[in-house]
């Protein structure tokens, strides 16, 4: 059983920074891979990055490679998305979870268990 709750969104104007924060309760939260999702209206639910127990192991969707980056602080079982140069294609609810196994490809929604509530960013043109 794992909860998940995010935090850090909100309304930037384009070419500004959010950081996201997934903090993680219940057993097994600092083994498995943790992911962030996003979801705009009216589209699924799509990849935007993810991390495995080591910190090099980093994946990111071709849509915010150089701008986002993932990270996770083992003492406080929380994973933190970092965003820069925000553009309006980012606004969606974001997403953080987390699987139960360390098998499977991170960038599938069907590879996590677990999820947040979403926060809300909003990028402003």
């Known amino acids: 059983q794992v909860q998940l709750v995010e935090s850090g969104g909100g309304l930037v104007q384009a070419g500004g920074s959010l950081r996201l924060s997934c903090a993680a309760s219940g057993r097994s939260s600092n083994s498995y891979p943790l992911g962030w999702f996003r979801q705009a209206p009216g589209k699924e639910r799509e990849f935007v990055a993810a991390?495995?127990?080591?910190?090099?192991?980093?994946f990111y969707a071709d849509s915010v490679k150089g701008r986002f980056t993932i990270s996770r602080d083992y003492a406080k079982n929380t994973v933190y998305l970092q965003m820069d140069s925000l553009k309006p294609e980012d606004t969606a609810l974001y997403y953080c979870?987390?699987?139960?196994?360390?098998?499977?490809?991170?960038?599938?929604?069907?590879?996590?268990?677990?999820w947040g509530q979403g926060t809300q960013v909003t990028v402003s043109s």
């Open positions: 991390i495995r127990w080591s910190a090099r192991n980093t």
């Open positions: 979870a987390a699987a139960s196994s360390s098998i499977g490809d991170v960038r599938r929604r069907d590879t996590y268990e677990y």
